[in-house]
């Protein structure tokens, strides 16, 4: 196996938990319009971009609403959910991930954000984890979201390393897709049987070194 060189890294569900934020607002939205959002509905809205959520969510409810409404209402959600975010603190950190990138740092690997939010630097912000990356490569910068590899392949090309030699951290089946058809080392954060592409799954980072990634 390639040596690996890099370190690329999803945010929501990898860093720091905040699934927990958008199914809030989103759920609150599919309200607005009159429906409700279950948990599991929620689930595939995971890795991927605010509009496309939109377009899954208006299909739950069988709804149809112009272009100027959809971003109206796109961005109400993603005000609601900043707002929610602002409550992040250092603390908010998932167990063992800035352990890992401490060690990261020590061993002068490189890292990447890889990530379809918008509000990635907002958030890395607040829970002061900013000042790990070398690049962040995030919703505003990509015109593909994931399963597409374009996401993690920026992020190998700011950080001059070749694909093969990065490693992707990601919690969900279409980041994992991302990352295996950029030809990287994909780790998934979860269970195996939902992440079952992945080369290596975890359950977090906790006692997790970059050894063993070999």
Not at 75 to 98: A, F, H, I, S, W
Not at 110 to 128: F, R, V
Request: glycine letters at 8%.
């Amino acid at each position: 196996m390639p040596s690996i060189k890099a370190c690329l890294f999803d945010l929501d569900g990898v860093i720091v938990d905040t699934a927990k934020f958008h199914y809030i607002a989103w759920r609150r939205l599919a309200n607005d319009l009159g429906f409700d959002l279950t948990l599991e509905q929620n689930e595939q809205l995971k890795g991927i971009s605010r509009m496309e959520s939109l377009d899954i969510i208006l299909s739950i409810g069988g709804i149809t609403l112009s272009k100027e409404e959809r971003l109206a209402r796109a961005t109400e959600k993603n005000l609601r959910y900043l707002e929610l975010c602002k409550q992040m603190t250092p603390n908010d950190v998932l167990p063992g991930v800035r352990t890992f990138m401490d060690e990261l740092k020590q061993l002068s690997i490189p890292m990447g954000l890889g990530s379809a939010s918008k509000n990635a630097t907002i958030i890395l912000n607040s829970i002061d984890m900013l000042r790990y990356f070398d690049t962040i490569v995030d919703g505003n910068r990509i015109t593909k979201g994931k399963p597409d590899p374009q996401v993690f392949l920026m992020g190998a090309e700011d950080l001059q390393t070749k694909p093969e030699n990065c490693a992707v951290f990601e919690d969900a089946v279409a980041g994992i897709q991302s990352a295996k058809s950029a030809g990287m080392l994909a780790v998934g954060i979860g269970v195996k049987t939902v992440l079952a592409e992945a080369d290596i799954v975890i359950a977090g980072f906790e006692g997790f070194k970059f050894a063993d990634l070999h």
